[in-house]
């Protein structure tokens, strides 16, 4: 395996997105995923066991679109930055996210992440087992249940999507442009609620958009968490961090089934989009398929092997790996 620095300049050369390439995306993208909604408010009246299942299909088309920007707010779909923020922010309005506001927090995860001393915005909150155990009763406790599954993956992504990305509360010292992002998104979503609420009732909207939005946004929390929550995962204090290093060591290869990649959008080649942002995820498939030693990496996790990540929760710093709450209370 090559230096974590060198892979940045064997990967420069696939940073070049397409314009034909990404339009298709996009139109393969958010044309099902109309179809689906269309379709689920139209089998209401027949039935719910009908519709709630287009509904959950949508929510893999609203996954794939908040990829695409993701990928907008890392300047790598379009050539242009132009049209990668004015998609982004079109884009935002549908999966509830203010694209200036996420494309700021996630641009501080990529350049700190696995960073001990510069934990916080964008990251999934880990502690060592020292400051857990230097923590009292009730924050201990508030940190088991912010790591408890049904939290984590539910009742933490609503909350996410619907309320904490309406006030940009975490980012006030940045000035003005956080609240013009929020407001701005905030006004267009209630625009387009308005609209639709308008056209099919406020009914039909909650039994087909809410179900949609909650899963595909349970699902987005998931990438996000397996993508560096996993036991061989790399953190380091900052004076022994290295930027390229907790790229590909701290970042995930999640090698899904075929289709949960497409409707994930490659972003499980995780290892790969840190080490080098640029690269449309269209074409993360062929780096793999030209470069085959980055499938053999530390971090690879099948789907299986993800599922066993979500009781890993405290940095062990003698250790150098992720452990659950079991272990570090055997240890102690």
């Known amino acids: 395996m090559r230096d974590a620095r060198a892979w940045t300049q064997i990967l420069a050369r696939y940073r070049q997105p397409s314009t034909g390439r990404s339009v298709f995306e996009i139109a393969i993208t958010i044309v099902p995923l109309a179809t689906l909604w269309v379709l689920a408010w139209a089998t209401l009246d027949i039935g719910y066991w009908l519709a709630l299942p287009l509904a959950i299909a949508a929510a893999g088309f609203l996954v794939r679109l908040f990829a695409i920007q993701h990928d907008c707010s890392h300047g790598a779909f379009f050539p242009g930055r132009l049209a990668n923020d004015w998609f982004g922010r079109v884009a935002g309005v549908l999966t509830f996210t203010p694209y200036g506001v996420w494309r700021r927090a996630h641009a501080i995860h990529h350049a700190s992440t696995g960073n001990l001393d510069r934990r916080g915005l964008g990251d999934v909150e880990t502690l060592t087992v020292d400051e857990y ?16 599954p049904l939290v984590m993956f539910g009742l933490g992504p609503a909350y996410l999507f619907i309320l904490q990305y309406r006030l940009p509360v975490g980012l006030m010292r940045s000035g003005w442009w956080p609240w013009a992002s929020s407001m701005a998104t ?14 099919i009732g406020v009914k039909a909207f909650l039994l087909v958009h809410l179900p949609s939005l909650l899963l595909a946004a349970s699902v987005g929390v998931w990438m996000f968490y397996v993508q560096h929550q996993f036991e061989k995962t790399s953190w380091a204090s900052d004076g022994e961090w290295n930027l390229h290093n907790a790229a590909l060591h701290g970042s995930s290869y999640y090698d899904l089934p075929p289709v949960l990649r497409w409707f994930t959008a490659n972003i499980g080649v995780h290892h790969v989009h840190h080490l080098n942002s640029r690269i449309p995820y269209y074409r993360l498939p062929r780096v793999l398929r030209d470069h085959p030693e980055l ?10 092997d993800s599922f066993r990540c979500v009781r890993l929760v405290l940095w062990d710093e003698a250790k150098g790996r992720l452990i659950s709450f079991r272990e570090a209370r055997s240890a102690a």
């Open 186 to 199: 905030n006004l267009a979503i209630a625009a387009v609620v308005a609209l639709l609420i308008w056209l």
């Open 295 to 304: 499938r053999h990496v530390v971090g690879r996790l099948t789907l299986l």
């Open 133 to 148: 155990r230097a923590r009292s009763f009730w924050g201990r406790l508030r940190y088991r249940l912010y790591r408890h």
